[in-house]
C-alpha cells in the first residue's frame, strides 16, 4: 500500500472573505478556464493551481496513475492567511471547514479522521510513502 501522508488541496470556490470581514489581503481563487485557476491574496496574483487540487475524479485518476493507495489532505498553506490578525483565525478555519473540498472533502478527508492508526500499523511491514506530484 502506498500512502501519501501530505498532500494540498484547495476549495473549488470560497466567499468574498474581504467584502465579509474586511481589508484587502485575503485568500482568493480566480478561475481562469477549464480546470484551472489562479489563487489571489487580493488584487494580486500568488500562483496557478489546476483542478486535482479541488476535483475528486482527476484527484483519483492522479492517483491511480501515480500507484497511490490513499491521500491525507492538508489545507494549502497559503489558505492559513497568516497576513491577518490572529483574531480572525477563526474565521477563516470556519469558511476553509465549510467550503471544505466539495468530493475531496466526502472522498477523502475521512481516512485522516477514522483510520488514522489503520496505515501506521502497517506502514511497519507493508507500506512505504511517495508524495504524488500530480496532486500537489
Not at 16 to 29: E, H, M, Q, S, T
Not at 35 to 61: I, K, N, Q, Y
Amino acid at each position: 500500500m502506498i500512502v501519501d501522508i501530505h498532500t494540498h488541496f484547495v476549495p473549488e470556490s470560497w466567499p468574498d472573505l474581504a467584502a465579509r470581514y474586511g481589508g484587502d489581503d485575503w485568500p482568493g481563487i480566480r478561475h481562469t478556464g477549464p480546470g484551472t485557476a489562479m489563487l489571489t491574496v487580493g488584487s494580486h496574483d500568488f500562483r496557478p493551481v489546476h483542478s486535482p487540487l479541488w476535483d475528486a475524479d482527476e484527484r483519483l485518476a492522479a492517483m491511480d496513475r501515480d500507484g497511490i493507495d490513499v491521500q491525507l489532505l492538508c489545507a494549502t498553506p497559503f489558505l492559513f492567511a497568516y497576513q491577518r490578525a490572529p483574531e480572525q483565525a477563526p474565521r477563516l478555519r470556519a469558511t476553509v471547514q465549510r467550503c471544505g473540498t466539495g468530493n475531496l472533502r466526502r472522498r477523502f478527508a475521512w481516512v485522516a479522521c477514522r483510520h488514522p492508526g489503520a496505515c501506521m500499523r502497517s506502514a511497519r511491514s507493508r507500506c512505504r510513502t511517495r508524495t504524488s506530484p500530480a496532486a500537489n
